[in-house]
């Protein structure tokens, strides 16, 4: 099992920035992808960002250029650094961690944390 605690959400006014962090722990596979989703209210879930253990990074179009996914691989913590917020980007994000392994893929899940852009 991994687990996956989130940090980092709040409230925020609209052009303002926040940083998320995500701490994975536990049965944590060499190769993974770790990556950062969000729904807000009435949506569906959507991809923000993802990023590999060799560092190669997937945006999601509309967060391009705001929003930068890293990670520390010693530390098993990704981060989502959001800037230029807008009151759309309200909605509970959360963390994503895929292994990989010979035959197939497991994928965990945080408990989501929120972020609000006031306008």
């Known amino acids: 099992q991994v687990q996956l605690v989130e940090s980092g959400g709040g409230l925020v006014q609209a052009g303002g920035s926040l940083r998320l962090a995500c701490a994975a722990s536990?049965?944590?596979?060499?190769?993974?992808?770790m990556a950062w989703y969000r729904q807000a209210p009435g949506k569906q879930r959507e991809l923000v960002a993802a990023v590999t253990t060799g560092g190669d990074t997937n945006y999601a179009d509309s967060m391009k250029g705001r929003f930068t996914i890293s990670r520390d691989n010693a530390k098993n913590t990704v981060y989502l650094q959001m800037n230029s917020l807008k009151p759309e980007d309200t909605a509970v994000y959360y963390c994503a961690l895929t292994n990989y392994r010979l035959g197939g893929s497991e994928a965990y899940w945080g408990q989501g944390t929120q972020v609000t852009v006031s306008s």
């Open positions: 536990g049965r944590i596979f060499g190769s993974n992808t």
